[in-house]
């Protein structure tokens, strides 16, 4: 049965992108065949539309690293058909077909059952930016991050940062929020931050390799001269788990912190995630996190319109989750 997919192609070295109708013998192997409901719009979508950084090798190509939707068939015992379920990373939408489409199928073990509470459309407002937060929350607290900590979330207005402020907030943590679009100082607040910085107080490179104590524990999407500034004004034996390089992949740091006040740089992955803490994120997710808040951080776009948003996410102009109704 044909599909609706929006399909990249490749020539002269540029990607371009249209909706086409796909004939489902042409999806990859797996054993369970999911109908799409909903994907969404990750920093690494942005990169794989406008074909940056070879992150896809084979064309025409289906991207979309997330979707959640309805088993179809289902050759493992895991599934059946009618569950509900979600997918993030394993890769899927670089190297084999992802969830802009109408349909996608994949490994088993690929999958998540969506949780008790959740719907699909929320599953994806989550997505993986959501699902990065909450792994960064449990990396916090199984470093010793108390309840009432004072913790520190840089670029905030994003997916992850967005999520991790609702979380953290709700949690009973004191958030603070960094952000260099001073206009949306009101939306982060309304998910739960205490405060609101300027990005550029952290984006000085460090004077002296110790400053003064302050976080009792970051989640940073930044990283660069951000992450290096954050090593340096943690308190005592505590951590911040790196999530991000929206402000470079370079470490311009010592060894200071971690050798005289014993903190932790924790890195947080969630493409190879193991399936048992993928399970657990999704459940904490389904209980901590207030959908409420979730509802304002959505934006709904009809599949059509995902290509004309890459530049805007890569740029950092977007806010909060973006939604994809395949269907549309």
């Not at 054993?31 to 979508?45: H, P, Q, R, W």
């Not at 679009?181 to 952290?202: N, P, T």
């Not at 995630?273 to 959908?291: G, M």
Request: glycine share 12%; hydrophobic share 45%; with cysteine.
């Amino acid at each position: 049965m044909a599909f609706r997919a929006l399909v990249l192609h490749e020539a002269g070295g540029k990607v371009s992108s249209r909706l086409e109708t796909v004939d489902e013998d042409k999806l990859p192997e797996g054993e369970v065949t999911v109908a799409i409901d909903y994907s969404t719009l990750n920093y690494k979508d942005g990169m794989i539309l406008q074909g940056q950084g070879r992150l896809v090798r084979a064309y025409p190509h289906v991207p979309g690293i997330d979707f959640a939707g309805t088993v179809v068939t289902s050759q493992s015992s895991a599934y059946r058909p009618g569950d509900h379920v979600v997918l993030t990373g394993w890769r899927v939408g670089e190297l084999q077909w992802g969830g802009y489409a109408e349909k996608a199928r994949v490994k088993a073990d690929y999958l998540v059952p969506l949780p008790k509470g959740l719907t699909t459309r929320q599953a994806m407002a989550i997505g993986t930016a959501g699902f990065t937060a909450m792994l960064a929350v449990i990396a916090l607290e199984k470093h010793g991050l108390g309840i009432g900590s004072e913790v520190l979330v840089t670029g905030a207005t994003g997916g992850v940062g967005s999520t991790a402020i609702a979380l953290l907030s709700s949690l009973g943590h004191r958030v603070v929020a960094s952000s260099g679009r001073a206009e949306l100082k009101g939306y982060l607040q309304g998910l739960g931050a205490a405060e609101v910085i300027h990005r550029s107080v952290l984006a000085t490179p460090p004077a002296r390799p110790l400053d003064r104590e302050r976080w009792d524990g970051a989640i940073d999407a930044v990283g660069g001269v951000t992450l290096a500034t954050i090593l340096t004004q943690l308190k005592y034996r505590a951590s911040v788990a790196a999530c991000g390089l929206a402000g470079g992949s370079d470490l311009p740091a010592t060894v200071i912190p971690f050798l005289l006040r014993g903190v932790n740089l924790l890195g947080i992955d969630s493409v190879m995630c193991p399936k048992d803490l993928r399970a657990e994120a999704w459940r904490r997710l389904a209980r901590d996190l207030p959908l409420d808040r979730l509802d304002r951080m959505i934006e709904e776009i009809p599949l059509s319109q995902v290509g004309g948003l890459a530049p805007r996410i890569l740029g950092g102009q977007l806010r909060g989750r973006t939604v994809i109704d395949v269907h549309r």
